[in-house]
């Protein structure tokens, strides 16, 4: 943003001042992340709170009743790193926090607040206890169900209220939409992975293996729905409120900025069938960078789009010599098929052009169109200096592309007699010798 005059970009189209959606933008819909999740539970920072919570609960079954001491301590520390989890996703940050980041004495107030919120839902049930068993389950039911919700908003605002709040929840769902409840679906799902994990390692593992094999298998889950849950968040960033940790607003080069906002201006004015105003904004740009291979490729496909016959007839030559120059014959070729498909063979009178196009669609396969630029070259320019190597390409056409032997002997003759000191004389003579051993092996025996 800091390109633009006083930062505030505007809409191409209306004119209108753009807002910043921070990087919301580039993230994927929810439900196309699933690998995602479960790889970064074993990032370094993830797998490190999952060792610990292993050692930890090894260490546990010597200390008595100070392992109680232990246990919280723990659960501090989990508890602490899956809510900076969903706090870094949601802001953008797609690395995971390192085990340090998370040690920055907000664990005990993250417990502590964690703790509130279950008294805090121990007690609502309570009450609601008194209005029947109907109600209860309606309770619990709908505790499950915000659960998700709640962790995300005391990750994110780090407030005991706002997190037991029932409208702030209810906000939160509406704004997220129905991957809500897929996130709701996916986070339990992942979260009793554990419980049906044990029973199938039981009687295969070591009896002291168990409980750590537990605290390592719940870390690593329990972090895996916070990424998911803060995932979910970076696609609502914006709605969300959510700060972005992502620096949006690196300064460009004039140039390239220059150049990216012309490829990007032109795409969006194309698609909305504005394509002389996309004509303007590339011209523009290219005026300044002729050379400039993106804009050259958009300024050609943009002519090709707007079907513009005649500026495709007197620049698609120029234009393709560009390419040429700019060591891009592949590209060059690709133009030229895409405008001979639509429009017609564009007229190229240069020698040069038509032998290295032809060589590009040779490479290509695209043995018609080449067979058609350097067909009677010797006819149109007999002083092009490269006509040997030319004619030495134009044998290979007949010969790859349409088993024609007969025509690649006579032009791999006319290279010989006509150029007796080529330096593709030695290409020619090798060429000759395929076709003899072929036709030997042709002979009846």
């Known amino acids: 943003m800091d390109n633009y005059p006083k930062s505030t970009p505007k809409c191409i189209l209306c004119n209108r001042a753009l807002a910043n959606v921070g990087a919301s933008n580039k993230a994927k819909p929810f439900w196309q992340m699933a690998p995602f999740y479960f790889r970064y539970g074993i990032r370094p920072g993830p797998l490190t709170v999952s060792i610990i919570s292993a050692v930890a609960a090894i260490a546990m079954t010597g200390l008595g009743i100070f392992s109680i001491f232990v246990l919280v301590a723990l659960l501090a520390m989990v508890i602490r790193y899956n809510l900076l989890v969903i706090e870094r996703l949601a802001a953008g940050q797609l690395e995971a926090p390192t085990f340090g980041d998370a040690q920055d004495g907000r664990s005990a107030a993250t417990f502590a607040r964690v703790i509130g919120m279950i008294l805090v839902a121990g007690a609502a049930g309570m009450l609601l206890a008194r209005l029947g068993q109907g109600t209860v389950q309606a309770y619990a039911i709908a505790l499950s169900l915000l659960t998700p919700a709640a962790m995300i908003v005391l990750a994110l605002e ?7 709040n029932p409208l702030k929840l209810l906000q939160f769902t509406l704004i997220i939409g129905w991957p809500y409840w897929l996130l709701w679906l996916s986070t339990s799902a992942v979260s009793a992975a554990p419980t049906y994990l044990m029973p199938v390692v039981m009687g295969k593992v070591p009896d002291w293996m168990l409980l750590p094999l537990l605290a390592f298998t719940t870390s690593y889950f329990s972090i895996v729905t916070s990424a998911m849950m803060g995932y979910i968040c970076l696609t609502k960033q914006q709605r969300l409120g959510v700060a972005s940790m992502v620096d ?11 150049r990216l906002k012309a490829l990007a201006d032109a795409s969006i004015l194309l698609r909305e069938s504005r394509g002389e105003e996309a004509r303007k904004a590339l011209v523009t740009a290219l005026r300044q960078q002729p050379d400039d291979l993106a804009l050259n490729e958009r300024y050609y496909q943009l002519l090709l789009a707007i079907e513009d016959q005649k500026a495709l007839r007197e620049l698609g030559p120029h234009l393709l010599e560009r390419f040429v120059k700019l060591n891009q014959p592949h590209k060059a070729a690709e133009l030229y098929l895409a405008t001979l498909n639509s429009q017609g063979a564009p007229a190229i009178d240069k020698s040069p052009l038509r032998h290295q196009l032809a060589e590009a669609l040779y490479r290509q396969r695209q ?6 630029l350097i067909n009677n070259l010797h006819k149109e320019d007999p002083q092009y200096p490269k006509l040997d190597a030319a004619y030495l390409l134009l044998a290979k056409i007949y010969l790859d592309g349409f088993n024609r032997t007969d025509n690649c002997r006579k032009l791999l003759a006319f290279v010989r007699k006509k150029f007796p000191n080529s330096r593709v004389l030695q290409e020619v003579q090798q060429l000759e010798s395929i076709l003899s051993a072929e036709a030997g092996a042709a002979q009846p025996a």
Do not use: G, I, N, T
């Not at 780090?158 to 037991?164: D, T």
């Not at 607003?249 to 220059?258: A, C, K, P, V, Y």
């Not at 043995?367 to 058609?372: G, I």
């Open 158 to 164: 780090h407030s005991l209220r706002a997190a037991v």
């Open 367 to 372: 043995f018609r169109p080449a067979l058609a």
């Open 248 to 258: 949006d607003d690196e300064f460009l080069e004039e140039r390239e900025f220059d």
